[in-house]
């Protein structure tokens, strides 16, 4: 059978008795087949894992990489500003991943999932760009670092101009524009309102409000 009609398979191979817990990292906005950008492979990756006899799957769809904002210093420096594609007001999941990795550690040593579960991870609250500019620029001392909402083509031009390939510019595009105000890059839980004081994020478990930060969410389909 050729390449081009072969659809590559996992497997997994031991006893049949032993089965296998996975913690798997994942991104919000992986619940969706489309619009969503580079997080569609995420998709994927979910939906043939989680199909694989005889492992468990706890999915860890993280939120937007705080780490992220370190792209920007250049800019920040030699222009005293951060741009970017997203509304200035828009609520956005942030998480470290300092974090993410602890989190998922300590599901790996500790955690009892069965089939296939997923956590969201986040801070504390949401955070718009506008309020983390305005954070960065309180502890560097910039008052006159500014955020600065780019257009989509403007947004793309940058990615090229920086290296990125085509194909990779157009997704992260997609992300940017229509992903974000269409409800495609989603989470099943939004954050509500919580102090946010710390400069790491606080991760807590969105299937449940009343739920402790650390609770087990409930299982749920991807």
């Known amino acids: 059978m050729s390449a081009a009609t072969t659809t590559p398979t996992i497997t997994v191979h031991d006893a049949p008795s032993r089965r296998w817990d996975l913690v798997g990292r994942s991104s919000w906005g992986a619940g969706h087949a489309e619009g969503t ?17 005889g492992v468990d799957t706890l999915w860890l769809r993280a939120g937007y990489f705080m780490e992220n904002l370190l ?10 500003r951060i741009s970017a594609p997203f509304d200035p007001d828009l609520p956005l999941p942030f998480v470290s991943t300092p974090d993410i990795g602890a989190r998922a550690g300590d599901e790996l040593a500790t955690g009892t999932w069965h089939g296939t579960e997923i956590l969201e991870l986040q801070g504390g609250r ?17 008052d006159d670092l500014t955020y600065e909402q780019s257009g989509i083509a403007d947004f793309h031009a940058e990615l090229r101009d920086s290296g990125v390939s085509a194909d990779v510019a157009d ?8 992903g974000t105000t269409s409800g495609a890059v989603d989470r099943r839980y939004p954050a509500p309102p919580a102090p946010c004081d710390d400069s790491r994020s606080v991760i807590r478990s ?3 409000f009343s739920g402790s930060p650390m609770s087990r969410p409930n299982s749920v389909s991807p």
Request: charged share 15%; hydrophobic share 40%.
């Open 126 to 142: 949401d955070v718009s760009m506008r309020e983390a500019v305005g954070v960065i620029a309180k502890a560097v001392g910039a």
């Open 171 to 178: 997704m992260m595009a997609e992300v940017g524009g229509t």
């Open 37 to 53: 950008g580079p997080v569609k492979g995420l998709h994927r990756f979910e939906q043939r894992l989680s199909a694989v006899p």
């Open 71 to 80: 792209s920007h210093v250049h800019n920040a420096a030699t222009h005293h």
């Open 206 to 208: 969105n299937s449940s």
